[in-house]
């Protein structure tokens, strides 16, 4: 079986980062940041749809055609010194 991928868009960031909170929710990791499963997906969505827009914009997210799974990619700039590490 084939499937097709392709980029997102803007107006898909909502159902993206449903897409990420439903398949991290019962993450070990984001179990143990958010014990609450009462509020980890709201807090999920909050954080991931900051991040999926960002991505959308600056890198890009590859989608499924069936909406089984996502990709996101970001871009860095290897010429600039990362201020981080200096």
């Given at each position: 079986m084939t499937t097709r991928v392709r980029r997102a868009r803007p107006a898909e960031v909502a159902a993206v980062t449903a897409l990420l909170v439903d398949a991290l929710s019962r993450d070990p990791v984001a179990?143990?940041?958010?014990?609450?499963?009462?509020?980890?997906p709201d807090v999920l969505h909050r954080l991931l749809a900051v991040d999926i827009d960002h991505a959308i914009e600056t890198g890009h997210v590859d989608v499924a055609g069936d909406w089984s799974a996502v990709?996101?990619?970001?871009?860095?700039?290897?010429?600039?010194?990362?201020e981080r590490w200096v």
């Open positions: 179990e143990w940041l958010v014990p609450d499963a009462g509020n980890r990709a996101v990619w970001r871009r860095h700039d290897l010429d600039t010194p990362d």
